[in-house]
């Protein structure tokens, strides 16, 4: 995220890391799946918090067993709180190109100010991964807004306290949070998601070093009347079997809809599955396909 001069060092630098993927044709449906928030009586009540961290207010956003899944190169951060709440007044808004993630600056509430460090200047970074980006409707700059999320230090900025990341956001006395995610479609063919079309192709088989060409058009329009969709946001995880990311890449289409991207294979020989992201103006859908690396 790039900030100001004199906020830039509440941005990250995203690391990346390389991995071969070999590909499918494949295209996938944003399906309804069980991610819903409830809303109790025990909004107000709030959860012991470790040292150094907001209390969770319970009621309000389910706390996630693993705040880290799916967040790009988990390994920079260290977690104090799995689940914290803050709320302040939202001063900046940005997407980063570079790992897709939405990041905000908050200059929190004076009950929070106690749990910043002085590097942070009185300023919280608030991010949402690409993963929740199409379920979380972002404040706009200037708002104020209660943050449900991990409470975190990120090592790649001298340890300063983030938000990182953020599944839930109350604007105003209304709940903005997380609809029921998509879920990727079992059909290796086209298949139309909230009149989203995502068509993925990339080669089934590389060897270890070698390059990968992926290629990626995303479409618009039901039946009969499909147009590209330019500057539709395009996020790839590639995990591991057990489930551990090991690489990530943001990208976006271009005025034809389409996307190329290349990664290189210098991760060990195994398999891996491949999973995109795509959102635009609230339309969403999802591609997963299995991935190999093998041996020369």
Known sequence: MRMPNDQRRLGRLGGRHVLALAGVMLVAVSAAVGLGLARGPTVQTAMAPPAGAPAWRVGAAPCRQDPMAHVPNPTRFLVVADCSTVSGTVRQVRRDPTDGEVNMLVAVDRTYTRFLPSGNQGLLRVAAIPRDVPRVTIPRAGQHATFYGAWVLDRNQRNQA????????????????????PTPATSPNTVVAKRLRVHMRAPRSVPVGGAIDISVRVESGGKGARRPLPEANLFFEVRTQDGRGVQWKAAATNTLGLARLTLVALEHPGSFRLWLYVDKLGRSAVVSAPVTVRRR
Do not use: D, F, K, T
Not at 163 to 170: A, K, L, N, R, S
């Open 162 to 181: 983030a938000m990182h990341p953020v599944w839930m956001v109350e604007i105003s006395g209304r709940s903005i949070g997380l609809a029921p995610p």
